[in-house]
Nanobody
Framework: QVQLVESGGGLVQAGGSLRLSCAASGRTFSYYAVGWFRQAPGKEREFIASINRSGGSTYYADSVKGRFTISRDNTKNTVYLQMNSLKPEDTGVYSC?????????????????WGQGTQVTVSS
């Protein structure tokens, strides 16, 4: 079991960058794949990126490929989402989630533990 807390959100101009952090508490963090999701007002939650236990394998939604990078530092119990070339359509609440012992996946049903999210707003 893990507890997840997101941070790093804020207001940026289009074309700018933000780095989100997902800090986990718990001894078993390194056994979880971790994903990032976002939800814009009036829209369904969508998958953004996922990373495996070791950090050696990643998976991205087409909408963010080449712009976002997911990484993790298991010594710090933290997963990051580096977001570059931000667009207004990237605006939303970004949440991280943990999936036990699996490859990176877009399947929401695989994720057992969720953070509360951090707001990202991209102005045009």
């Amino acid at each position: 079991q893990v507890q997840l807390v997101e941070s790093g959100g804020g207001l940026v101009q289009a074309g700018g960058s933000l780095r989100l952090s997902c800090a986990a508490s718990g001894r078993t963090f390194s056994y979880y794949a971790v994903g990032w999701f976002r939800q814009a007002p009036g829209k369904e939650r969508e998958f953004i990126a996922s990373i495996n236990r070791s950090g050696g394998s990643t998976y991205y939604a087409d909408s963010v490929k080449g712009r976002f990078t997911i990484s993790r530092d298991n010594t710090k119990n933290t997963v990051y989402l580096q977001m570059n070339s931000l667009k207004p359509e990237d605006t939303g609440v970004y949440s991280c989630a943990a999936a036990w012992n699996t490859i990176p996946t877009y399947l929401i049903s695989k994720y057992e533990h969720w953070g509360q999210g951090t707001q990202v707003t991209v102005s045009s």
